[in-house]
């Protein structure tokens, strides 16, 4: 591996920002600078602290990115809970985005777990 773009899980999150930009397109105007915003900055978090991580000397210092990009996502899944409560989002989008940050969950995860295991 040479870059932080050839980690799949710096894809899948790269995707997930732009389907989280792409959905909260639809929430309300009032929400522009409250959860919209908020899920936005959250979506952001992830790939761009498992880059910065990335960048980093030693596994510690690398770990520390990747438990806060997984606290990011862990927002995002709070906010989308919220985003579905509030019916600014269907049950089918609700659904579709929630999978893929479970997703992105578990191999962050495993990841971690990975990295712990290496010092």
């Known amino acids: ?27 309300p105007k009032e929400e522009i600078y409250g959860l919209s915003s908020q899920i936005r900055r959250s979506s952001i978090s992830i ?5 910065e991580g990335f960048g980093r000397n030693g596994n510690s210092d690398y770990l520390r990115f990747l438990n806060i ?4 996502l862990f927002e995002i899944q709070t906010q989308l809970e919220i ?9 089918n989008q609700f659904n579709k985005i929630n999978g893929e ?4 969950e578990r191999m962050l995860s495993s990841f971690i777990r990975k990295i712990k295991h290496r010092k």
């Open 83 to 91: 985003s579905f409560n509030l019916k600014y989002i269907n049950e």
């Open 47 to 51: 790939p761009s602290n498992i880059a």
């Open 1 to 27: 591996m040479n870059t932080f773009r050839d980690l799949l899980i710096w894809q899948k999150s790269m995707n997930l920002v732009t389907e989280i930009y792409q959905l909260t397109n639809s929430f």
């Open 101 to 104: 940050s479970r997703e992105i």
């Open 69 to 72: 990009s997984i606290s990011s």
